[in-house]
């Protein structure tokens, strides 16, 4: 009688009925002992009235009654946003001005330049002797029936970088013009795009440049002049782009004003100038008594091809740019 009396007033839990079994039962024994002692009673919601409202005033009605009146719904913070949680409320505060595209912040670029500098710092460690030599050689008068030194492989691969290198660094001296001057949005789906197309007309550019001079030259004078004008034309050509290296840099980290840029620009272009005509009168007119000629030579096909590559350039950009 006293155990009965003891079960009477125990209430039984989930935990007892699992102490019950033993210590290596499996969850799903565990389970089937807890539903054997325990059944599913039917639910009994509270009838209790609601009682969350002011004192002295009625229950809450509900609002998505029907039959609610028009003014119970609306209030003076019924459309605020912040009164109602599930509608979205907006942003709060004043909008940011987005971020503008700076040519510091794109890593692509950094990257490029940083991977062009580690390059040509090999290649000229590797080749110093051969840009000694092709300045000295410069400078210097050839006399007739002198022996020409022949480039090695690597000395010939190193031109062709270099030349690669002026065109890219033009490409990009334009790319940063056109996004100060012309415009930052094209018709391409990556700005790097813009980027090739002027490294591919920089690159044209060139070619055509060496194959009109082996053109002309070759039918006014000798080949040996014709080569040692194609070399004298190869070095300017790397010592221009050496020279344009550091504005880049400064333009595009250092935040270089345009007028700046555009100054040193010219006077690199000057000073490259300067250094073919002398180059192209020891060559070709040094026997020579007329001496138009050579400025009409050097016009035709120096100077006019400078602003024939500007206008393409512009062109290019302005033939893709967005206008709003």
């Given amino acids: 009688m006293n155990d009965s009396v ?3 007033h125990i209430v039984l839990t989930p935990g007892m009925v699992i102490s019950w079994l033993p210590r290596n039962a499996t969850p799903a024994q565990q389970d089937s002992a807890v539903q054997s ?7 009994r ?3 209790r009235p609601d009682t969350l409202h ?3 005033h009625d229950k809450g009605r509900n609002m998505l009654d029907v039959q609610l009146p028009q003014y119970y719904r609306e209030g003076f913070f019924s459309k605020d946003s912040l009164f109602h949680p599930e509608l979205p409320g907006g942003r709060c505060g004043v909008a940011g001005e987005p971020i503008s595209y700076r040519i510091h912040n794109d890593d692509i670029i950094t990257s490029l330049l940083l991977v062009l500098f580690i390059m040509a710092v090999i290649a000229f460690s590797n080749t110093r ?3 000694v030599r092709q300045t000295k050689n410069f400078f210097n008068i050839h006399r007739e ?3 020409e030194i022949t480039e090695t492989a690597v000395e010939i691969r190193f031109q062709a970088f270099l030349a690669f290198l002026n065109c890219l660094l033009v490409a990009l001296l334009f790319y940063f013009y056109t996004l100060y001057v012309i415009g930052d949005t094209f018709v391409l789906a990556s700005q790097y795009t813009l980027i090739a197309i002027f490294l591919a007309i920089s690159s044209v550019y060139f070619l055509f440049k060496v194959m009109l001079y082996t053109l002309v030259n070759g039918v006014f004078f000798d080949g040996k ?5 194609i070399k004298s034309y190869l070095y300017i050509y790397s ?3 050496a020279l344009l290296f550091p504005i880049v840099i400064l333009w595009a980290y250092f935040d270089l004003s345009i007028q700046s840029a555009a100054i040193y620009v010219v006077i690199v272009l000057i000073i490259v100038k300067i250094l073919l005509l002398f180059k192209c009168f020891l060559i070709f007119f040094k026997q020579s008594v007329v001496k138009l000629q050579i400025i009409l030579y050097f016009c035709t096909l120096e100077i006019i091809p400078v602003f024939f590559l500007w206008e393409a350039m512009v062109y290019t950009a302005n033939s893709l740019k967005i206008n709003f």
Wanted: net charge positive.
């Fill in 37 to 43: 002692r325990f059944k599913a009673s039917e639910i």
């Fill in 54 to 56: 002011l004192p002295g």
């Fill in 145 to 147: 029936g002198l022996t």
């Fill in 239 to 241: 010592v221009e782009g």
């Fill in 225 to 229: 002049k014709n080569r040692q004008w």
């Fill in 129 to 131: 002797q051969f840009v």
């Fill in 45 to 47: 919601w509270s009838t």
């Fill in 6 to 8: 003891v079960q009477h």
